[in-house]
Every structure is written in structure tokens, then in C-alpha cells.
């Protein structure tokens, strides 16, 4: 009885372990943009990702075809425009609603391959939500252009989402690594234009590599562990707490203070992700005894 409950909680644990450890890794980022600016404190994170996953999976020991080898350039591109848009959100706009707003990307993808009636109450709860954060009202706290990266980064996360199932049949160590490979191209020498000689202060770098490590190896490595022994409902309930858990760290660790209406709306948002994640995983056993 131990064992299994042990076998339970642990996964689940390395789950919000990984959510902790990225939310903690880039507020921890976020107080380098004064100093390097959002596009090289991405350059950073990404380039050093890249080289810790590659020297940790290197992916050249599995084969790699020319179909396969497309599909990982989409995922690396999608990839890394989706952590520069991101970041650059952040510099005008709080960090948990950053996340709730790049969240409706993975939503709008579980929406539009459902037909349920029961995601058009999800569809409610997204909607009510972002329309909540959205800087509708002239008198708005939120920075429309903040807003509008943050939009674009959720374009990208549905665009990463599609690309990665293409090179799902992939070992996850090789399509990861070389995936930031390929967005390290597209990051660093933007980063690198933005940045300048800033990006080589000894300092600068060493705490690249600690946003590196905190913020992608680590809750990457926790989420291989987790998705091997966790039901795939049980993980994305876990990881729709992700809004929830970035706005309270970033309270914590930034200062970043939301109004009862943004906790309100963000809790719209984890609601329709639980939902959606919870829905879809029952209704896969129905169709499944249908079909037999």
C-alpha cells in the first residue's frame, strides 16, 4: 500500500516540482533585464539549455531522417520564438498573467480537436477569463503591447504543440535537445544584437547558466520522470496549476501583486485547462469501448 501510494505522489511531486523550479528560474530571469535587456536574458536561457540538454542526451547517438529532421526545425522554431516572445512580455506585464494569457495557445489547441458540448463550458471559462486580463478598458493597468507578446507567445505554444506531435514518435532526449538547438538559432543572435559584449561579463554568464538549469533542464528532466509513471489526466491537471503557481511565486520573489479580479480571472483559466485536461481523458475509454 506504501509503494503505491509512493508511486503516486512522487510523479506527482516532480510535477510540481518542475512547475516550482521554472516559475522560481524565470523570476529569477527577470531581474537580468535590467541588466542584459528580456532579449539576452532569452538568449542565455535558450543557448544554455541547449548545451546542457545536448551534452546530457547527445542526440546524434539516434538516427535522424530528413522527414524527422523538418519536423524538429518547426518544433525548435516554434520553440524559440515562443520563449523570446514570452519573455519579452515580461517586461511589462506580471508574470502570472503573462502565463495565464500564453496558456489560451494549449487550450485553443484541446478545443479545436474536441467536440464535445461540455467544452463549450471550458470555451466559457477561457474566454471569461482572458477577456478579464485583456486590456479592453482605456483606464487598464496591463501594457497592451506586453499583452500583445504574450498573445503571440500563446500562437507559438499551440504552434510548438502541433509541430511536436510530428516528432512525438522521436526519443524525447534527442527531438528536446535538437529542438533547442534550432531555437537557440533563432534566439541567441537576436539576443546577442540586443545585448552586445553585456552577454560575456563572467556574472552575467554564470547566471545564465543557473537560469538555464533552473528554469528548462531541470523541470524538463522532472516532467520525462513524471509523464513515464503519471496518467496522462493527473499530469495535465498538475500543469494547469502552472498560472496559479507562477503568480504566487512571483508575488513572493518580484513583488508582483494582483487585484482580486486577476486572481479571478486566472482562475477562470486554470478551471477551463483542468476541465478540458479532464473531459478529454474520460472521454478516450468511451470511444475506445465504442469502437470494440
Same mark, same amino acid.
Given at each position: 500500500?506504501?509503494? +503505491?501510494?509512493?508511486?503516486?505522489?512522487?510523479?506527482?511531486?516532480?510535477?510540481?516540482?518542475?512547475?516550482?523550479?521554472?516559475?522560481?528560474?524565470?523570476?529569477?530571469?527577470?531581474?537580468?533585464?535590467?541588466?542584459?535587456?528580456?532579449?539576452?536574458?532569452?538568449?542565455? &536561457?535558450?543557448?544554455?539549455?541547449?548545451?546542457?540538454?545536448?551534452?546530457?542526451?547527445?542526440?546524434?547517438?539516434?538516427?535522424?531522417?530528413?522527414?524527422?529532421?523538418?519536423?524538429?526545425?518547426?518544433?525548435?522554431?516554434?520553440?524559440?520564438?515562443?520563449?523570446? !516572445?514570452?519573455?519579452?512580455?515580461?517586461?511589462?506585464?506580471? /508574470?502570472?498573467?503573462?502565463?495565464?494569457?500564453?496558456?489560451?495557445?494549449?487550450?485553443?489547441?484541446?478545443?479545436?480537436?474536441?467536440?464535445?458540448?461540455?467544452? /463549450?463550458?471550458?470555451?466559457?471559462?477561457?474566454?471569461?477569463?482572458?477577456? #478579464?486580463? !485583456?486590456?479592453?478598458?482605456?483606464?487598464?493597468? !496591463?501594457?497592451?503591447?506586453?499583452? %500583445? /507578446?504574450?498573445?503571440?507567445?500563446?500562437?507559438?505554444?499551440?504552434?510548438?504543440?502541433?509541430?511536436?506531435?510530428?516528432?512525438?514518435? =522521436?526519443?524525447?532526449? +534527442?527531438?528536446?535537445?535538437?529542438?533547442?538547438?534550432?531555437?537557440?538559432?533563432?534566439?541567441?543572435?537576436?539576443?546577442?544584437?540586443?545585448?552586445?559584449?553585456?552577454?560575456?561579463?563572467?556574472?552575467?554568464?554564470?547566471?545564465?547558466?543557473?537560469?538555464?538549469?533552473?528554469?528548462?533542464?531541470?523541470?524538463?528532466?522532472?516532467?520525462?520522470?513524471?509523464?513515464? &509513471? =503519471?496518467?496522462?489526466?493527473?499530469?495535465?491537471?498538475?500543469?494547469?496549476?502552472?498560472?496559479?503557481?507562477?503568480?504566487? !511565486?512571483? #508575488?513572493?520573489?518580484?513583488?508582483?501583486? %494582483?487585484?482580486?479580479?486577476?486572481?479571478?480571472?486566472?482562475?477562470?483559466?486554470?478551471?477551463?485547462?483542468?476541465?478540458?485536461?479532464?473531459?478529454?481523458?474520460?472521454? &478516450?475509454?468511451?470511444?475506445?469501448?465504442?469502437?470494440?
Amino acid at each position: 500500500m506504501t509503494t +503505491q501510494r509512493t508511486s503516486t505522489w512522487l510523479p506527482a511531486l516532480a510535477v510540481l516540482g518542475s512547475i516550482t523550479s521554472l516559475s522560481i528560474g524565470t523570476s529569477f530571469a527577470k531581474k537580468l533585464f535590467p541588466l542584459i535587456g528580456a532579449e539576452g536574458t532569452s538568449a542565455l &536561457r535558450v543557448g544554455f539549455s541547449a548545451l546542457v540538454l545536448l551534452l546530457f542526451w547527445r542526440p546524434w547517438r539516434w538516427p535522424l531522417s530528413r522527414p524527422d529532421a523538418i519536423s524538429v526545425i518547426r518544433y525548435g522554431f516554434a520553440l524559440g520564438v515562443m520563449n523570446l !516572445l514570452f519573455y519579452l512580455a515580461l517586461r511589462t506585464i506580471p /508574470f502570472g498573467i503573462a502565463v495565464a494569457i500564453e496558456f489560451s495557445g494549449p487550450l485553443a489547441v484541446a478545443m479545436l480537436a474536441s467536440r464535445r458540448p461540455i467544452d /463549450f463550458l471550458w470555451l466559457a471559462c477561457a474566454v471569461t477569463g482572458l477577456l #478579464m486580463l !485583456l486590456p479592453l478598458a482605456h483606464d487598464s493597468p !496591463l501594457d497592451r503591447v506586453g499583452v %500583445l /507578446f504574450a498573445l503571440g507567445a500563446a500562437v507559438c505554444w499551440a504552434l510548438y504543440i502541433l509541430s511536436g506531435k510530428r516528432a512525438g514518435h =522521436l526519443h524525447a532526449g +534527442q527531438s528536446v535537445s535538437l529542438g533547442l538547438v534550432v531555437a537557440s538559432v533563432v534566439v541567441v543572435p537576436y539576443g546577442v544584437a540586443h545585448a552586445g559584449a553585456s552577454l560575456l561579463d563572467p556574472t552575467i554568464l554564470l547566471a545564465g547558466v543557473g537560469v538555464a538549469i533552473v528554469s528548462s533542464a531541470i523541470p524538463m528532466s522532472l516532467e520525462m520522470m513524471a509523464l513515464k &509513471r =503519471l496518467p496522462s489526466e493527473t499530469y495535465g491537471v498538475m500543469v494547469s496549476l502552472e498560472p496559479a503557481v507562477a503568480s504566487l !511565486l512571483a #508575488m513572493l520573489l518580484l513583488g508582483e501583486h %494582483l487585484d482580486a479580479g486577476q486572481w479571478l480571472a486566472i482562475g477562470f483559466v486554470v478551471i477551463a485547462s483542468i476541465g478540458s485536461t479532464v473531459t478529454a481523458s474520460r472521454a &478516450r475509454p468511451a470511444a475506445a469501448e465504442m469502437a470494440g
